[in-house]
Nanobody, 121 residues
């Protein structure tokens, strides 16, 4: 069974840093675009950053210059380094894969369970 599992969330003070990790498990040939989303209470889920299999990245304007998305050497992991955190970054952060190729099947729009990030002022 293919799944995405996030880790690394927690409570941090304004200006602090956190590093989120997302690992894909299961029998996987390859993974396409991976992304981090976040959802604050009462707000819609928003795209934070994306990275392609060739490691091309893009960022939401609100996190440019502060967050860095990267993929592990095995390409089955994705990270989000978050620096200079602000209270408005407080949200549940979700990892997503656009497509995952496994033997005999392609899975689309796979989400992790989320990890909470809280930034105190």
């Amino acid at each position: 069974q293919v799944q995405l599992v996030e880790s690394g969330g927690g409570l941090v003070q304004t200006g602090g840093s956190l590093r989120l990790s997302c690992a894909a498990s299961g029998n996987i040939f390859s993974i396409g675009v991976m992304a981090w989303y976040r959802q604050a209470p009462g707000k819609q889920r928003e795209l934070v950053a994306t990275i392609t299999s060739s490691r091309t990245t893009s960022y939401a304007d609100s996190v440019k210059g502060r967050f860095t998305i990267s993929r592990g050497n095995a390409k089955n992991t994705v990270y989000l380094q978050m620096n200079s955190l602000k209270p408005e970054d407080t949200a549940a952060y979700y990892c997503k894969a656009d497509d995952i190729r496994s033997p005999g099947i392609i899975l689309y729009d796979i989400w992790g369970q989320g990890t909470q990030v809280t930034v105190s002022s």
